[in-house]
């Protein structure tokens, strides 16, 4: 697990503890749905998603750009697109990464990147309900997990994780948005050094972030890091009620296959579901059972 230390913009100590891991054999079976006589070309389908102007719709819709780099609001049932929100790529349109406000949001430990893959934004909650206070959403190529206020529309905040390769498995908010969680697509030594691509199995490792964010303001932290076995880690979702204080990852490539992954990463007939409980990491913080390993990373406010 790793708890870092903050400094002004870029941290330099993380701190690593490595605790109990629950892995679990899981298998999928689909059930049955039931038909619907009502097709896509129902007569009535038009007029039950249109809203007449200067009416409101009852629902935003978060998505992500994908490549973009970018986070679009949309309204629902209506379809109409309210904004494109710019966060990791730069946008002429608005000026984003190009004035003096907000070109430092693009700056990274590698220097200003303009770009960026985004995926999975989720929501702020408050006892599982979301509160409508921030929407955070992930880079995905140098990871990042950025923050948007909800009542500006704005990215605020976006803050780089190290130890870590394709943030694919992020940006999942915890019950009381105590914590975003991300996880790690591909494996990478930790502590970083050079290492052939060929001893992958065994010495690259995974790392499952847990972002504290600040009730009041949003502000987000590195709390610690939980290093894990060399799978590529997917989607994730907190537990809930009884479970709250849990975290359950979906994995892939349980093999640590390096070459050819198509074959490689699919041998085994069965993948593994991670589950961390994260209350129990933070008592193990307390107790001073973790390691502190060196690491640097951007923190834009």
Request: hydrophobic residues 35%; negative net charge; glycine residues 10%.
């Amino acid at each position: 697990m790793i708890n870092l230390t903050k400094t002004d913009m870029l941290k330099n100590t993380i701190t690593l503890i490595i605790i109990g891991l629950v892995l679990v054999l899981t298998s999928c079976n689909n059930g049955t749905t039931k038909k619907s006589n009502t097709g896509a070309l129902g007569g009535d389908i038009a007029e039950r998603v249109y809203v007449a102007p200067g009416e409101h719709d009852e629902f935003y819709g978060f998505i992500s750009g994908g490549f973009s780099g970018q986070l679009a609001v949309y309204g629902l049932p209506s379809g109409r697109l309210f904004k494109v929100i710019p966060v990791f790529s730069v946008d002429a349109e608005k000026g984003y990464g190009f004035n003096e406000e907000t070109k430092p949001m693009l700056q990274t430990s590698f220097g200003s990147i303009p770009w960026d893959d985004s995926h999975h934004p989720d929501l702020s909650q408050t006892d599982g309900i979301i509160d409508g206070r921030w929407c955070f959403i992930n880079a995905n190529n140098t990871p990042r997990i950025a923050r948007i206020s909800l009542k500006t529309f704005e990215t605020e905040e976006i803050i780089e994780i190290p130890n870590s390769a394709g943030n694919h498995s992020s940006a999942f908010v915890t019950e009381n948005t105590e914590y975003v969680v991300a996880g790690t697509r591909f494996s990478v030594p930790v502590p970083q050094r050079d290492m052939p691509i060929d001893e992958y199995k065994g010495n690259f490792k995974g790392a499952v972030s847990f972002i504290k964010v600040d009730p009041e303001s949003g502000e987000m932290n590195i709390d610690f890091q939980v290093l894990m076995p060399g799978f590529d880690y997917d989607l994730g979702h907190p537990g809930r009620g009884e479970s709250h204080g849990w975290f359950f990852f979906t994995t892939y490539n349980t093999e640590e296959a390096n070459t050819l992954l198509e074959v490689n990463a699919s041998q085994n007939d069965k993948d593994f579901i991670a589950a961390i409980n994260w209350k129990k990491a933070q008592e193990y913080i307390k107790e001073g059972k973790f390691k502190e390993v060196p690491t640097n990373y951007a923190h834009n406010v």
